[in-house]
């Protein structure tokens, strides 16, 4: 997958959203917030990015002055981000929060991700038909794998561990995949993320993008086939932030 093809087409269609906002529609999933926070969360996260990819060095999240127009400063924000994920190779060391991938790259997926998911949250707000912004069943895959090996230890570190009491494999029905955690091997530990060939104690079944937006608290975990109350005690617990 070209990670940094897909964040271009996303920031595309989160523009094209933000243009649409008048900035004070709540945003359902997220609590408090409403699209003018949404808009402006998103630009400055991608301007801290590239500041970190550009440097080299972790940075302090930036604190910016928005414009009046919101969707045309995120549009800047976009750009400058792009700019700098292809000015620097992917390969080059450049730190992230999560300590795992300590490349450049790692942001080319990051912000992908983020830009997906915060555009799920935008087209919920303003009320469109999920048809509208359906996330690819690969792309999906791709932000499951991206949950359990950054997010999980990430969650864990925040002393918000997920809750995985036995081995729990997720199944991506469509796309054939799958992924099997199992409990942490120590306090203070996060689940492991197991070789998918392991037998399971308990399975969770459902498309990618249902599992993916399940796993970030963007649909409810009831789009999800459980066999047991272990598989649903993880969905509803903390996955992400």
């Given at each position: 997958?070209?990670?940094?093809?897909?964040?271009?087409?996303?920031?595309?269609?989160?523009?094209?959203?933000?243009?649409?906002?008048?900035?004070?529609?709540?945003?359902?999933?997220?609590?408090?917030?409403?699209?003018?926070?949404?808009?402006?969360?998103?630009?400055?996260?991608?301007?801290?990015?590239?500041?970190?990819?550009?440097?080299?060095?972790?940075?302090?999240?930036p604190k910016p002055?928005?414009?009046?127009?919101?969707?045309?400063?995120?549009?800047?924000?976009?750009?400058?981000?792009?700019a700098a994920l292809?000015?620097?190779?992917?390969?080059?060391?450049?730190?992230n929060f999560s300590?795992?991938?300590?490349?450049?790259?790692?942001?080319?997926?990051?912000?992908?991700?983020?830009?997906?998911?915060?555009?799920?949250?935008?087209?919920?707000?303003?009320?469109?038909?999920?048809?509208?912004?359906?996330?690819?069943?690969?792309?999906?895959?791709?932000?499951?794998?991206?949950?359990?090996?950054?997010?999980?230890?990430?969650?864990?570190?925040?002393?918000?561990?997920?809750?995985?009491?036995?081995?729990?494999?997720?199944?991506?029905?469509?796309?054939?995949?799958?992924?099997?955690?199992?409990?942490?091997?120590?306090?203070?530990?996060?689940?492991?993320?197991?070789?998918?060939?392991?037998?399971?104690?308990?399975?969770?079944?459902?498309?990618?993008?249902?599992?993916?937006?399940?796993?970030?608290?963007?649909?409810?975990?009831?789009?999800?086939?459980?066999?047991?109350?272990?598989?649903?005690?993880?969905?509803?617990?903390?996955?992400?932030?």
């Amino acid at each position: 997958m070209d990670h940094l093809l897909e964040l271009g087409s996303g920031m595309a269609r989160f523009t094209e959203l933000a243009s649409r906002a008048t900035g004070d529609e709540p945003v359902p999933s997220c609590p408090d917030w409403t699209t003018r926070d949404l808009i402006q969360h998103l630009g400055t996260i991608h301007r801290w990015a590239g500041a970190i990819v550009l440097s080299g060095q972790r940075q302090d999240m930036p604190k910016p002055i928005f414009g009046e127009d919101l969707a045309e400063w995120y549009a800047g924000t976009a750009a400058a981000l792009l700019a700098a994920l292809q000015a620097v190779d992917a390969h080059e060391p450049t730190p992230n929060f999560s300590l795992i991938d300590e490349t450049a790259g790692f942001f080319h997926r990051r912000q992908m991700h983020e830009v997906i998911v915060h555009t799920a949250d935008a087209a919920q707000a303003l009320g469109v038909p999920e048809d509208e912004w359906r996330i690819a069943p690969l792309t999906a895959a791709d932000g499951v794998e991206e949950v359990l090996r950054v997010f999980f230890p990430r969650m864990t570190a925040r002393g918000k561990r997920p809750n995985v009491q036995s081995r729990i494999r997720l199944t991506a029905v469509d796309t054939g995949q799958s992924w099997l955690m199992g409990p942490a091997e120590g306090d203070g530990l996060p689940p492991v993320l197991l070789h998918s060939s392991f037998d399971a104690d308990t399975t969770v079944e459902g498309k990618a993008a249902d599992l993916y937006l399940a796993l970030w608290h963007r649909v409810p975990a009831d789009r999800l086939t459980f066999d047991n109350e272990d598989g649903r005690a993880l969905f509803d617990g903390h996955t992400t932030p």
